[in-house]
């Protein structure tokens, strides 16, 4: 906003200016830049919401998975790096060691290639955080179950299914409810971070505090229950508000 005045201002155009609407502030900052079609990218089995950091604040992300014919090849697109790239790779060799507990066939590779894609494509994408996310997606994918449209998580994986912690949550946390999530899956962790998070939107959010990957999915799969999962004791913390 302060930019938008010192423009009018270099401009030659004279004050003071206010701000007492919508439509005031969308003359300096221009339209929404956040939408909400989560519940419509959801809305097919093999879509997981992530959160993504970025230098000018928290962004929501789609992953998207897709099985097609082949030889057990992994493709991956988006403008991927290479972290990002070994995440998804992690993600897979997960779910290839737990098919059995996820009610996949072993064999599902064998004559079939997985293709993820984030898009955005022109965005290069990279870090671990999106681990779960893909995961998600993949085993989404695979069993047929939907994830639930109010949704969105970010951590890292392990190959023992861990979920570590990662940076950026107050500006991904901001980009959850901009875009009208309701639950918010973060690594157990990731707990001492919500202390940064402004109260009033604490308190419009259910956060899921996760410590491995089935808590992940008792969570955000819409029908958790008919896939033999182990979670953690509290199968994923709720907590409504930072300690």
Known sequence: VIRGIAVKVADGEKGPWT??????????????????????????????????????????????????????????????GDVMKESAQAAMSYV??????????????????????????????????????????????????????????????TLRGRVLPVGGIKEKVLAAHRAGIKRVILPERNRADLEEVPEEIREELEFILVQKMDDVLVNALSEPESLKLSPSNNGGEVSASAP
Do not use: C, N, Y
């Open 19 to 80: 701000l007492k609407s919508e439509d005031d502030i969308r003359e300096f900052l221009g339209p929404p830049r956040f939408t909400s079609e989560v519940a419509e990218r959801t809305a097919e089995t093999g879509v997981s919401t992530g959160l993504a950091w970025t230098a000018v604040g928290g962004e929501i992300l789609f992953i998207e998975a897709t099985r097609m014919h082949g030889t057990g090849k992994l493709q991956l697109t988006g403008q991927l």
């Open 96 to 157: 290839r060691s737990h098919a059995k507990e996820l009610g996949i066939p072993e064999d599902f590779l064998e004559k079939s290639d997985i293709h993820i894609h984030i898009p955005a494509g022109a965005m290069p994408k990279d870090g671990p955080s999106a681990g779960v996310t893909m995961m998600t997606a993949l085993v989404s994918l695979l069993t047929q179950i939907k994830v639930r449209p109010d949704v969105a998580m970010t951590g890292e994986i």
